[in-house]
């Protein structure tokens, strides 16, 4: 080959290089976080907007650290980060790892093949351990949030336990609207992060790891998944695993979980669980969206149950749909038992961002509930959870 057409080729493959590990992340992030649709939404009532205000809202699921995004950063994509969060009044956000997806994932069978996230690491340039593991992927998550933590100038604090969180807390209230912080805890989605050793639950936990969920959208050596191919229950390490948790007060999610699983699950468990972001099937069929039956043993387990947002959990588009869905599962399991699953940035379109979360406020409002059950659902519920069952 002439040399110039070496030089060419060689200059053709860099800029796709380039583009990959630059360009490739924030367009796959922008593309699979959508917010939609951007109808200009009616500005929320006086009474809508200081009662959100006065919320202390927390939320349980969010999947911000998988993505090429600065968490401190306010951006235009996706559907949070921590200057939106604070925009939106949130008080405590549920930060999760996510560490396997399959190629081909969907909700009715998806097979354990062709790995996504191996795909993002790469192209997002985390270090070279994560590219073959799934419990130093959950843990380069982990380390971004303390990143983000620490050069946050206290806007992010994380806490790892009761005390931690009752001081954010304490001091989040002093703050004057603007500068309050958020409060961020720790999580993962599926015990494929545990690569097979019950061990490694207290790797998770040395990291502040304080909930886990036991599949994602695969079965996995752990669990099975609602989308799994064989959709089984809890294997032998899904059981020890179950219990290294509850003997470390991590908090156990059985979002995403094969109705088998489910049921090992709540039979073996000693301490309430939650179930991170999900739908109600009453409202919404689908095979990860909980029955009555469900909401009920979730209640006498003492659980929580966040619903989402996205409409393969709640079959709707706007907040109204939201709204229905947090109502019903406020019927069937309690007030009490019931919080916000956003799913923000967990590859979901959803009707609103972070920022502007006094949408939702009001079509609970719209929906009928008592500023008390509001004020439950979202916020207290959760906020009162973790009090109590952090370490
Ligand atoms: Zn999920």
């Not at 994932?105 to 590219?131: F, K, Q």
């Not at 002093?174 to 999580?187: D, H, K, Y």
């Not at 020890?240 to 489910?262: G, P």
Request: aromatic content about 4%.
């Amino acid at each position: 080959m002439p040399r110039r057409a070496v030089i060419a080729a060689t200059l053709v493959l860099a800029a796709a290089g380039l583009f990959f590990f630059l360009a490739v992340p924030p367009l796959v992030a922008a593309r699979m976080n959508r917010v939609a649709p951007r109808w200009p939404a009616a500005p929320a009532s006086d009474r809508a907007h200081r009662l959100h205000a006065s919320l202390r809202i927390a939320d349980l699921h969010d999947d911000l650290l998988l993505w090429d995004r600065d968490p401190l950063e306010r951006s235009t994509d996706g559907h949070s980060d921590v200057p939106r969060l604070a925009e939106g009044n949130v008080a405590v956000q549920m930060f999760s790892s996510v560490t396997e997806v399959p190629r081909g994932y969907n909700y009715e069978g998806t097979a354990r093949a062709g790995d996504l996230v191996t795909a993002l690491a790469v192209a997002s340039r985390w270090p070279s351990r994560t590219w073959g593991s799934r419990l130093e992927r959950a843990l380069h998550e982990g380390e971004k949030l303390r990143r983000a933590v620490a050069a946050s100038g206290g806007r992010l604090v994380l806490a790892t336990s009761r005390a931690e969180l009752a001081a954010a807390l304490e001091a989040r209230a002093a703050e004057p609207p603007g500068r309050r912080a958020v409060v961020a805890v720790l999580a993962t989605e599926g015990l494929q992060a545990l690569e097979g050793r019950v061990e490694a639950v207290d790797t998770l936990f040395a990291a502040g790891f304080r909930s886990a969920g036991l599949a994602h959208f695969s079965d996995n050596e752990a669990a099975g998944s609602a989308h799994g191919a064989a959709k089984g229950g809890l294997s032998p390490l899904g059981r020890a695993a179950l219990r290294r948790m509850e003997e470390r007060r991590m908090i156990v999610d059985l979002a995403h979980a094969s109705s088998r699983a489910f049921d090992d699950a709540l039979a073996l468990a000693r301490r309430p669980v939650i179930v991170s972001h999900t739908g109600v099937a009453a409202v919404c069929p689908g095979p990860r969206n909980l029955t009555d039956s469900q909401l009920r043993r979730l209640a006498r387990n003492g659980a929580l149950v966040g619903v989402g947002y996205w409409e393969g959990a709640v079959c709707d588009r706007g907040p109204r749909g939201v709204a229905r869905a947090i109502r019903h599962a406020v019927a069937v399991a309690g007030p009490s038992h019931v919080a916000l699953g956003s799913d923000f940035d967990g590859a979901t379109t959803v009707p609103f961002d972070a920022a502007g979360l006094e949408v939702l406020t009001q079509a609970l409002l719209d929906e009928g509930l008592t500023e008390g059950a509001i004020r439950a659902v979202m916020g207290e519920n959760a906020i009162r959870f973790l009090q109590e069952n952090l370490p």
